[in-house]
């Protein structure tokens, strides 16, 4: 039960310190302005750290022409955290659309309406 736990503690230790480079990455490093419209909402990461999906939003620009620019820049982002973050091996990373925060933009429009 406590291995568990503390596997479970280092999956959510990894997961936030993932977010937060690649977010600073976003800010920093990355030299297409349509990328810097983008806000990593959260991270997830399998069990084995093999894979993560980093769930993304955005601000100004269309998804679907975001998504091609993620896909090509996915090999950038994974040199970048292999270089700052200590793991054997650094996840594939796997974009997701978060439509979430939209949703709940939403959901506040059509309440205020009321």
Do not use: C, W
């Amino acid at each position: 039960m406590l291995e568990q736990e503390q596997a479970s503690y280092r999956v959510e230790r990894i997961n936030e310190l993932i977010r937060r480079e690649l977010t600073l990455l976003l800010r920093t490093s990355i030299k297409d302005p349509r990328l810097r419209d983008m806000i990593i909402t959260d991270v997830l990461i399998s069990r084995d750290l093999s894979s993560a999906k980093v769930f993304y939003t955005v601000i100004k620009e269309d998804k679907k022409m975001i998504e091609p620019l993620l896909d090509k820049a996915s090999g950038f982002f994974r040199i970048h955290l292999s270089k700052t973050i200590d793991l054997r091996h650094t996840p594939v990373l796997r974009f997701i659309f978060d439509s979430a925060p939209n949703t709940g933009a939403r959901i506040e429009q059509l309440l205020s309406k009321l």
